[in-house]
């Protein structure tokens, strides 16, 4: 079965770097787009970035735009997500997920927390 | 981008109610419309997607209907445990852009 497993989280200051990874199995990797999605305490999801199945094709939010910038290795199974210039705002769990045609996320992982404290 | 919006934000419901919240896209989605559950602590779990598919090993009280702008999400016979917190999101157009949710409490 498809079974996603975030990890790399942590606390962080603002204006620090940190790298999430996503490691995938149960489902042909490179055959699938990918999506971050974020969720700050106490709101809703917020989609921040996907990339196809093999790279050719990735897309930010504006909110993590230049900052942050999506990878994966199919050879690995993974995907990955380095973040840069973080800020408060950056705060919450990030989740990967299966993206089934540019935004249905099929299977999500557990998520993995990122704290930037203010 | 694509604006969200749910009703009610939240809503108190007994085991076996028929329960249904909406929502509304800021222009029009094609019906590239996914609705999510979410437990507390735990990822979101996708229910419906193209406004109503059920997504494979969801139960069938489960139903959602709309078009143009405007989306329903139906729970019959609720369970205990059908409470948490429900999304809509549209894949209509980039950036993929959820709702703000409706909570239930059972």
């Known amino acids: 079965q498809v079974h996603l497993v975030e990890s790399g989280g942590g606390l962080v200051k603002p204006g620090g770097s940190l790298r999430l990874s996503c490691a995938a199995s149960g489902f042909n990797f490179s055959d699938y787009y990918m999506s971050w999605i974020r969720q700050a305490p106490g709101k809703g999801p917020e989609w921040i970035s996907y990339i196809s199945g093999h790279s050719l094709y990735m897309s930010y939010a504006e909110s993590v735009k230049y900052r942050f910038a999506i990878s994966r290795d199919n050879a690995k199974n993974s995907l990955y997500l380095e973040m840069n210039s973080l800020r408060a705002e950056d705060t919450a769990v990030y989740y990967c997920?299966?993206?089934?045609?540019?935004?249905?996320?099929?299977?999500w992982g557990q998520g993995t927390l990122v704290t930037s404290p203010q | 981008d694509i604006q969200m919006t749910q009703s009610p934000s939240s809503l108190s419901a007994s085991v076996g109610d028929r329960v249904t919240f909406t929502c509304r896209a800021s222009q029009t989605i094609n019906g590239h419309l996914n609705w999510y559950q979410q437990k507390l602590g735990k990822a979101p779990k996708l229910l419906i997607f193209?406004?109503?598919t059920l997504q494979s090993g969801v139960p069938s009280r489960f139903s959602g209907s709309g078009s143009g702008t405007d989306f329903t999400l139906t729970i019959n016979n609720l369970q205990p445990e059908d409470f948490g917190t429900y999304y809509c999101q549209q894949s209509f157009s980039a950036p993929p852009t959820f709702g703000p949710g409706t909570r239930v409490d059972i």
């Open positions: 997920a299966r993206d089934i045609s540019g935004g249905r996320l099929d299977y």
């Open positions: 193209a406004a109503s």
